[in-house]
């Protein structure tokens, strides 16, 4: 799977839109892209994925450059709850699962 | 139940004994991977399940670890002559195969496995 790199940590104000960017420079074309976040103390959990489009749903956005050489995961409202390790993951489709999740961004949401 | 789950969630041993980590994926999920966190560490890959089979074991990090798994679902970890080194959250998850595709993966709360 291919390397990512994301910064090792941010803050964002509470009630902003956190954007967390991630680097993916040699992902190959059946590769996806995955974010999941940890909270303290909890297990990982999934937040959303994507090929080449744009992804929405109820937690976040991705955003995918159109070389998918990179991508930002965007939480639109940040609550104190979102503040956790963030892991941006790429991986293909089928086939080799060594999945490693990197050492991700922590994120730190500020009252 | 409806998402995965481990046993036990903690577990205390002394250094040189064996344990056992069980992981009861979610019904009909035929992927299934187990990790390690350490202490403010991030997840460690351990190894990966598909159906009873598991191509990958590279991951595990000595021979004193094996794992198996039985019907397509629950699966085992062992850890035998277990050292101090070995206490860490020991993480289980699994997930859908569907279309050919690997669907996103679902995490238990994990096992606190110390050892003293």
């Known amino acids: 799977d291919a390397k990512t790199t994301q910064p090792p940590s941010m803050d964002c104000a509470e009630g902003r839109a956190a954007n967390l960017p991630c680097n993916h420079s040699?992902?190959?074309?059946?590769?996806?892209v995955y974010w999941y976040r940890q909270i303290h103390s909890q297990e990982p959990q999934y937040i959303i994925h994507g090929l080449k489009n744009n992804e929405t749903n109820e937690m976040a956005s991705l955003i995918i450059t159109e070389d998918r050489k990179s991508s930002t995961l965007i939480l639109p409202h940040a609550t104190l709850r979102d503040t956790a390790v963030y892991y941006c993951i790429v991986r293909v489709a089928f086939g080799n699962e060594k999945l490693t999740f990197g050492t991700g961004t922590r994120l730190t949401i500020i009252p | 139940g409806a998402g995965v789950s481990q046993s036990p969630s903690n577990k205390v041993t002394e250094k040189g004994k064996d344990v056992e980590l069980r992981c009861d994926p979610i019904s009909g999920h035929t992927a299934l991977y187990w990790y390690r966190q350490s202490l403010g560490q991030g997840l460690e890959f351990l190894i990966y399940f598909q159906g009873n089979s598991a191509p990958d074991k590279s991951g595990l990090p000595s021979d004193r670890f094996s794992a198996e798994r039985t019907g397509g679902s629950v699966s085992t970890l062992t850890i035998q002559r277990t050292q101090q080194e070995d206490s860490a959250v020991y993480l289980c998850?699994?997930?859908?195969?569907?279309?050919?595709?690997?669907?996103?993966?679902?995490f238990g709360s994990g096992t606190q496995l110390s050892v003293l």
């Open positions: 998850a699994s997930s859908l195969v569907a279309r050919g595709v690997n669907e996103k993966l679902f």
């Open positions: 040699t992902i190959s074309g059946n590769e996806y």
